[in-house]
């Protein structure tokens, strides 16, 4: 694994996806590795990569793996074939996961314990801990084990996706006169995976043990009369990407529910064993799976590391964890959110930004909230994309619902990993009389919208809510987000044109002010770009910021490349996977490339073209990719109000550029270096959490 390959070929303009993702993780793990980061923060960074890379390899990998089945010998617009980029994506991952595996065993969990904060494993156990540990797994482990030794009456057992597994080496003779050799024991996802010791047990304050330490240590227990000659951890990762054939569909609803009971049986593409796991237990594992040493990852500490996020949460220290942020409720919701005549009057009035976490979500809910309960509010629309289990806002609309007004909700049953939960609450608003429509089939909802009609002096007037964001109340105090609350009666309209078309059917209506895939968004920002390219050509000023989570899209990429040769200054500040390639001569040297990795995840879209000092600002729920621009409804919405403008304009940009605390630069062949600190420090989240915070 100490080889290694260049990240991209010589003649490539564009940058390999999953390198760039790979290369975002190791920034997400370079927040846990600096010691500037709280402690429990620093474990926190680590169990989200190690969540990152569950995702990465249920679905990039698997698409990866069925490229080289479909079509080996394809190259790919990043100069690769598939099994050159597997090659080279296999390679970056176990350098991440050995960086990963190294921090965790090395620093962190060292630093813990000496902070009274620990796991404590077998080796170290007193005899009080012993007692209690054995005692712990007799009463609450064993009897929800069942143990399968393998034999041709025992076949090896069906494995669900990211399940705690154990191999357990054996020897000697049964009751029946079997000669036992392999058993495997499942973990069932009822037992806890982290369990707290008393305080008087441990020895330390925050004393805690995992469960495959008791099951490694007591799994003899199972075997009476057998030699136990090791028992080691182990987990499958399997293709998690749902299919659904869109042609032969009659309910979507219905068909995927049926898919989802088989998405966790899906092919295997990783293996993660113990690190002390003998080799012919590899192989055997290797096998059963289908799987190569080469997707086989060798862990030091808990095989699925982010359960360890439950003692980021769990623990009670302050000074471990980031200072508590409060973001404020501006005004003028600060003094009229329980009082819907107030807040409505006070969007009339002009429109209203919302800049999350640093500010509140109480705005969105408080307008939601309003339209729930006014009696002159006659009828609400909103898509939702991901909204969580314990949701609010979905509260308020099925209340809404109940109370007799119109209520149409497109819930998009394909969020990835949320299709579960979007079902359900679909099923409860049908329940309520609720207008429930799924979108259309084959282009994903992305949109973010709130549509409010109210009666006022006789007719009907529409209010609006137009996000970068999901309407998740947990995620908005992570992730950032801009939100605009407006009663322009163009955008709303045009809103409402949008409702109607994923609702019903009909032609493509013309739109005033919004963008919307997949129809005008994507040829919008390549005209953008190309008269930024015509103006630098003419001598003029001429410039194009774009703030977003990825830039993979090759046609746009390619536009901003020849911008940047007629001399366009371009700042791109995308958070995660990039394709393009900043600062190559003859290509992109007027392009420069950041990505800001802090306290909180970078989320908003944010699109800024100097348009002869026009200054044409866009908001948006789409990146620079092609399933944003050609596989689902997304919008963009233009920002107005000069003042908000320029506020976006220092909040996403100026800011940004500034920043020397959590930025990095990209580099031509798609590495990151962390830009140094040039003058007073700066950290653009810290500023912001004075700027718009308490």
Same mark, same amino acid.
């Given at each position: 694994?100490?080889?290694?390959?260049?990240?991209?070929?010589?003649?490539?303009?564009?940058?390999?996806?999953?390198?760039?993702?790979?290369?975002?993780?190791?920034?997400?793990?370079?927040?846990?590795?600096?010691?500037?980061?709280?402690?429990?923060?620093?474990?926190?960074?680590?169990? #989200? =990569? !190690?969540?990152?890379?569950?995702?990465? @390899?249920?679905? $990039?990998? &698997?698409?990866?793996?069925? %490229?080289?089945?479909?079509?080996?010998?394809?190259?790919?617009?990043?100069?690769?074939?598939?099994?050159?980029?597997?090659?080279?994506?296999?390679?970056?991952?176990?350098?991440?996961?050995?960086?990963?595996?190294?921090?965790?065993?090395?620093?962190?969990?060292?630093?813990?314990?000496?902070?009274?904060?620990?796991?404590?494993?077998?080796?170290?156990?007193?005899?009080?801990?012993?007692?209690?540990?054995?005692?712990?797994?007799?009463?609450?482990?064993?009897?929800?084990?069942?143990?399968?030794?393998?034999?041709?009456?025992?076949?090896?057992?069906?494995?669900?996706?990211?399940?705690?597994?154990? #191999? =357990? !080496?054996?020897?000697?003779?049964?009751? @029946?006169?079997? $000669?036992? &050799?392999?058993?495997?024991? %499942?973990?069932?996802?009822?037992?806890?995976?982290?369990?707290?010791?008393?305080?008087?047990?441990?020895?330390?304050?925050?004393?805690?043990?995992?469960?495959?330490?008791?099951?490694?240590?007591?799994?003899?227990?199972?075997?009476?009369?057998?030699?136990?000659?090791?028992?080691?951890?182990?987990?499958?990762?399997?293709?998690?990407?749902?299919?659904?054939?869109?042609?032969?569909?009659?309910?979507?609803?219905?068909?995927?529910?049926?898919?989802?009971?088989?998405?966790?049986?899906?092919?295997?593409?990783?293996?993660?064993?113990?690190?002390?796991?003998?080799?012919?237990?590899?192989?055997?594992?290797?096998?059963?799976?289908?799987?190569?040493?080469?997707?086989?990852? $060798?862990? &030091?500490?808990?095989?699925?590391?982010?359960?360890?996020?439950?003692?980021?949460?769990?623990?009670?220290?302050?000074?471990?964890?980031?200072?508590?942020?409060?973001?404020?409720?501006?005004?003028?919701?600060?003094?009229?959110?329980?009082?819907?005549?107030?807040?409505?009057?006070?969007?009339?009035?002009?429109?209203?930004?919302?800049?999350?976490?640093?500010?509140?979500?109480?705005?969105?809910?408080?307008?939601?909230?309003?339209?729930?309960?006014?009696?002159?509010?006659?009828?609400?629309?909103?898509?939702?994309?991901?909204?969580?289990?314990?949701?609010?806002?979905?509260?308020?609309?099925?209340?809404?619902?109940?109370?007799?007004?119109?209520?149409?909700?497109?819930?998009?049953?394909?969020?990835?990993?949320?299709?579960?939960?979007?079902?359900?609450?679909?099923?409860?608003?049908?329940?309520?009389?609720?207008?429930?429509?799924?979108?259309?089939?084959?282009?994903?909802?992305?949109?973010?919208?709130?549509?409010?009609?109210?009666?006022?002096?006789?007719?009907?007037?529409?209010?609006?809510?137009?996000?970068?964001?999901?309407?998740?109340?947990?995620?908005?105090?992570?992730?950032?987000?801009?939100?605009?609350?407006?009663?322009?009666?163009?955008?709303?309209?045009?809103?409402?044109?949008?409702?109607?078309?994923?609702?019903?059917?009909?032609?493509?209506?013309?739109?005033?002010?919004?963008?919307?895939?997949?129809?005008?968004?994507?040829?919008?920002?390549?005209?953008?770009?190309?008269?930024?390219?015509?103006?630098?050509?003419?001598?003029?000023?001429?410039?194009?910021?774009?703030?977003?989570?990825?830039?993979?899209?090759?046609?746009?990429?390619?536009?901003?490349?020849?911008?940047?040769?007629?001399?366009?200054?371009?700042?791109?500040?995308?958070?995660?996977?990039?394709?393009?390639?900043?600062?190559?001569?003859?290509?992109?040297?007027?392009?420069?490339?950041?990505?800001?990795?802090?306290?909180?995840?970078?989320?908003?879209?944010?699109?800024?073209?100097?348009?002869?000092?026009?200054?044409?600002?866009?908001?948006?729920?789409?990146?620079?990719?092609?399933?944003?621009?050609?596989?689902?409804?997304?919008?963009?919405?233009?920002?107005?109000?000069?003042?908000?403008?320029?506020?976006?304009?220092?909040?996403?940009?100026?800011?940004?550029?500034?920043?020397?605390?959590?930025?990095?630069?990209?580099?031509?062949?798609?590495?990151?270096?962390?830009?140094?600190?040039?003058?007073?420090?700066?950290?653009?989240?810290?500023?912001?959490?004075?700027?718009?915070?308490?």
């Amino acid at each position: 694994m100490g080889l290694r390959m260049p990240l991209l070929p010589p003649k490539s303009t564009l940058l390999n996806r999953e390198l760039s993702l790979l290369k975002f993780n190791e920034r997400v793990l370079a927040m846990a590795e600096s010691r500037s980061t709280p402690l429990l923060e620093r474990l926190r960074y680590l169990c #989200i =990569v !190690s969540s990152n890379l569950d995702e990465f @390899f249920e679905i $990039r990998i &698997s698409s990866l793996k069925e %490229q080289q089945r479909q079509n080996s010998s394809l190259v790919g617009d990043d100069g690769f074939t598939p099994a050159e980029a597997f090659e080279r994506v296999q390679l970056a991952a176990h350098s991440l996961v050995e960086r990963q595996n190294f921090l965790l065993t090395a620093q962190i969990l060292p630093k813990l314990m000496a902070e009274g904060i620990g796991l404590l494993e077998p080796p170290a156990w007193t005899e009080a801990l012993r007692e209690w540990a054995h005692a712990t797994f007799l009463r609450d482990v064993m009897p929800m084990l069942t143990p399968i030794g393998l034999d041709p009456a025992h076949p090896f057992p069906r494995v669900y996706n990211k399940s705690l597994n154990f #191999i =357990v !080496s054996l020897a000697g003779q049964d009751a @029946f006169g079997r $000669r036992a &050799s392999i058993a495997i024991v %499942q973990a069932p996802r009822a037992l806890p995976r982290v369990i707290k010791v008393p305080p008087e047990i441990a020895g330390i304050a925050d004393g805690y043990m995992l469960l495959t330490a008791l099951i490694s240590e007591y799994v003899g227990e199972l075997f009476p009369g057998l030699e136990v000659k090791g028992c080691h951890q182990w987990r499958v990762t399997r293709n998690s990407d749902l299919f659904v054939d869109e042609e032969e569909i009659t309910n979507l609803r219905q068909a995927l529910q049926g898919e989802l009971s088989q998405r966790n049986f899906g092919a295997a593409v990783r293996l993660e064993i113990d690190h002390l796991m003998p080799v012919d237990l590899a192989s055997f594992l290797q096998g059963e799976f289908s799987l190569e040493p080469r997707d086989t990852y $060798r862990v &030091s500490g808990p095989v699925n590391l982010s359960r360890l996020m439950q003692l980021c949460n769990a623990v009670e220290r302050p000074d471990l964890i980031f200072p508590d942020y409060r973001p404020r409720v501006p005004a003028p919701f600060d003094e009229v959110s329980d009082r819907p005549d107030e807040l409505f009057a006070a969007i009339a009035q002009r429109d209203r930004l919302l800049h999350h976490p640093y500010q509140s979500f109480q705005p969105v809910i408080s307008f939601l909230t309003a339209a729930a309960s006014d009696p002159s509010v006659v009828a609400i629309k909103q898509t939702i994309y991901r909204t969580g289990e314990d949701s609010e806002l979905m509260r308020l609309l099925l209340a809404a619902a109940k109370a007799g007004k119109e209520v149409t909700v497109v819930v998009e049953l394909m969020a990835r990993f949320d299709e579960q939960t979007n079902i359900n609450w679909a099923a409860k608003l049908e329940a309520v009389g609720a207008h429930v429509s799924y979108g259309v089939v084959a282009h994903k909802t992305h949109a973010k919208m709130v549509l409010v009609l109210r009666r006022e002096e006789g007719r009907i007037r529409r209010y609006g809510h137009l996000g970068t964001g999901n309407y998740h109340l947990r995620t908005s105090k992570l992730y950032t987000d801009f939100g605009l609350l407006t009663a322009d009666q163009k955008l709303c309209e045009d809103m409402d044109k949008v409702f109607s078309l994923l609702t019903g059917l009909g032609a493509r209506r013309p739109l005033k002010m919004l963008l919307q895939s997949p129809f005008t968004l994507h040829e919008t920002m390549v005209a953008m770009i190309r008269a930024e390219a015509v103006n630098a050509r003419a001598g003029k000023k001429a410039r194009v910021m774009a703030k977003m989570n990825s830039l993979l899209e090759p046609i746009v990429i390619d536009e901003l490349y020849k911008a940047s040769q007629a001399g366009v200054k371009i700042d791109l500040i995308v958070r995660g996977a990039c394709a393009l390639r900043a600062g190559v001569a003859g290509l992109s040297e007027n392009i420069r490339v950041r990505s800001i990795i802090g306290r909180f995840l970078e989320h908003s879209r944010v699109f800024y073209f100097y348009n002869d000092g026009q200054e044409d600002v866009y908001l948006a729920s789409a990146d620079w990719m092609d399933r944003n621009f050609f596989r689902r409804v997304e919008v963009g919405f233009p920002v107005l109000d000069k003042s908000l403008k320029k506020r976006v304009i220092a909040e996403a940009f100026t800011y940004a550029l500034r920043d020397n605390q959590l930025a990095w630069r990209a580099q031509p062949d798609g590495s990151y270096v962390k830009v140094k600190s040039r003058g007073a420090p700066f950290n653009m989240h810290h500023y912001l959490m004075q700027l718009l915070g308490k």
